[in-house]
């Protein structure tokens, strides 16, 4: 599967064609929506990329939700364009990661996360849902993952308003809901199996490849089923040829971390610069 802008366009002109208008996860919060179909991004790097894909979205009568890492903020030029995806009816939210920067600390994941949040809150990003993120290379010792944080009753009691799409989002939704959960992590996109417990519970070797989106949008058709649609904007590009350049990069950087990572020395230089992984 090549993730280029064009073959972005092709899949949300399919749904439009299908009479399939995806919308923002936010949405289940206030109302009981039976059949739906949700475009969720992960945000890392490259906020020019995801207004990109924001745009494509927009001129097929899509809302996307957006999940963005907190440091992009910090550049007035990317808030300017998360508002205009705001504006454009795109969710605008927080893709966290306070329990691995913080060590597993809690109390200082709580303020970390304050801080964070303030900061979404005074840019005018309300937030209400919001996912973790990954940092496969990181070292943990006394939690299993950014999802701990929102597993954490304290937490719950702090932040009622808020759900993790990766936790509770299930539950909290209007009237409950359930919905497959597909992922673009690794360059292709899966079927990921139980997609709240695979931190806990591995699951790699029952998750389903697809080979282009059609693949994956017939699939959900053929099961009737609702659909959370996960993708990673800074890796889609223009051309083909860029796409296949850095698929390249990516694997080799890939297979050579997965070799150091068997050196514990080096694993623990790994995690301590685990930030890095998120321009890949």
Known sequence: MIFTYKNWDK???????K????ITANRLMTEKVCSYVILKHDVETNVKSAFKIAEI???HGHRGVYYVQAYLLDEENNVELLRKMQDMGHEISYHY???DANGGDIALAIEDFEEKREKFEKNDFHLITLCQHGNPIVERKGYTSNRD???NEKVQGKFPMLTDVMVDFKEKAVGGTEYLYFSDAGRKFKLIFDPINNDVIPSDDKNIPFDNLTALYSYVEDLGANAIISMHPHRWVKSKFKYVVKTAIFKVIRAVAKVLSKIPFMKKFMSKYYHLAKKL
């Open 11 to 17: 899949f949300c002109a399919l749904l439009q064609e």
């Open 97 to 99: 990661d306070v329990m």
């Open 149 to 151: 944080f929102f597993r």
């Open 19 to 22: 009479g399939v208008q995806s």
């Open 57 to 59: 979205e927009s001129k």
